[in-house]
């Protein structure tokens, strides 16, 4: 197994049925860039893999309230893969973060980049870039402290 180099990494996932969007902070913990979406299964490997090669020091977990603000059925399927996360990554900190209209604001960067409508119509893209949202604003959060 390789040595992890530097600063472990903060990372962050936006959890879906089908996909997950990854994000990781660059190593001084300014920024925030898309990792790659994955299905669920591939996600925690990924994350495994990243853990090994650099370190994972937090994980932020997008948390889907609803609207006003209330837990539902989304908050308690991503309970239940933040579950499956801690057993895949033990010592792993795990926080969870608001991500109410991430994916709009995702879709908002996509489209301020220059990308093509197709482009903001690829769900597995707006994915990645919602968890770098979630991402820089815990990190936006973190340097206010």
């Given amino acids: 197994m390789l040595e992890p180099i530097g600063a472990p990494r903060i990372v962050a996932v936006d959890y879906g049925t089908k996909r997950v969007g990854l ?3 660059d190593p001084l913990r300014l920024f925030a860039r898309p990792f790659g ?4 299964s591939e996600a925690v490997a990924v994350l495994r893999q990243l853990r090994a ?3 994972i020091e937090v994980i932020v977990v997008g948390w889907p309230l609803l609207p006003d603000g209330t837990e539902g059925a989304a908050t308690r399927r ?5 579950n499956r996360l801690r057993n895949a990554l033990p010592g792993v900190e795990i926080v969870t973060w608001d991500e109410r209209y991430t994916s709009e604001m995702a879709r908002q960067a996509i489209r301020e980049a220059g990308a093509r409508r197709k482009a903001r ?3 597995a893209r707006v994915d990645a870039a919602a968890a ?3 991402l820089q604003e815990y990190l936006d959060a973190g340097s206010r402290e």
């Fill in 23 to 25: 994000a990781v902070a």
């Fill in 53 to 55: 090669e650099e370190g």
């Fill in 132 to 134: 770098a949202v979630i």
């Fill in 37 to 40: 979406t994955y299905g669920p």
């Fill in 78 to 82: 991503v309970r239940q893969y933040i």
């Fill in 121 to 123: 119509r690829d769900r």
